[in-house]
């Protein structure tokens, strides 16, 4: 039973229009979401993350919208950047639980950029 | 600097042969965790660890062991791989929580044949 799902495997972008990739998840107990960052040969690397009390968080290009009702979050990136093509996974924890070193992960989806 | 270093970084052995791949992360930090990314299926949860001797399992323990006997070191050992736990793994550690994110190191590929 896949808790947080990533519909789309692959996405392609021009230079400087705007990326966005989405994230389904289904146990309504998730309180914290997190994206993650990954290029070929090395490990993911955190890149945002926001709390369920918050509907979003900004981090220069990068922008997370969490929608609660529909289970439903996205990352923008504003403008794409060929630098930024890399597979994006989202993930999410229950905070404040006694699993808190628990983390799940969607399949990913690969992000390309074209210059 | 800061970083979790995983070994070997690729690895090539036969079904039953038991195998240790090592973690060590340098950033004093409580938790600890692996992870196996597979096509399609993206990165699932093995074991993670909230402190020294606590261990708990994630969504896929199944076949794998780890311990943690001192704070920096995180061994994922596999006692008798099987083909289905052909996988790039990935170890990575955390200061408190999730809410700091995990930080992940270069992941080892394991083929068992």
């Known amino acids: 039973d896949q808790q947080v799902k990533q519909n789309s495997p692959s996405l392609s972008v021009q230079e400087g229009r705007i990326s966005i990739l989405n994230c389904d998840y289904t146990?309504?107990?998730?309180?914290?979401f997190l994206w993650y960052k990954k290029y070929p040969a090395e490990g993911p690397t955190f890149l945002i993350s926001i709390s369920s009390i918050k509907d979003k968080n900004e981090d220069g290009r990068f922008t997370v919208f969490l929608n609660k009702s529909a289970k439903h979050l996205s990352l923008h990136i504003v403008p794409s950047q060929p630098g930024d093509s890399a597979v994006y996974f989202c993930a999410a924890s229950v905070l404040g639980s006694s699993n808190t070193g628990k983390l799940i992960f969607g399949q990913g989806t690969t992000l390309q950029v074209k210059p | 600097e800061a970083q979790v270093t995983q070994n070997p970084r690729y690895l090539i052995t036969v079904t039953g042969k038991k195998l240790t791949v090592t973690c060590s992360q340098n950033?004093?930090?409580?938790?600890m965790s692996w992870y196996r990314q597979d096509p399609g299926l993206g990165l699932r949860q093995i074991y993670y660890?909230?402190?020294?001797?606590?261990?708990d399992k994630g969504d896929v323990p199944e076949g794998y062991k780890v311990s943690r006997k001192e704070k920096r070191n995180f061994p994922l050992i596999l006692e008798s791989p099987s083909p289905n736990q052909t996988s790039l793994y990935f170890c990575?550690?955390?200061?408190?929580?999730?809410?700091?994110?995990?930080?992940f190191g270069s992941g080892t590929r394991l083929t068992v044949v």
């Open positions: 950033m004093n930090h409580e938790y």
């Open positions: 146990n309504s107990m998730f309180d914290y």
């Open positions: 990575a550690s955390s200061e408190t929580g999730i809410n700091y994110g995990y930080t």
């Open positions: 660890s909230m402190n020294v001797e606590v261990t």
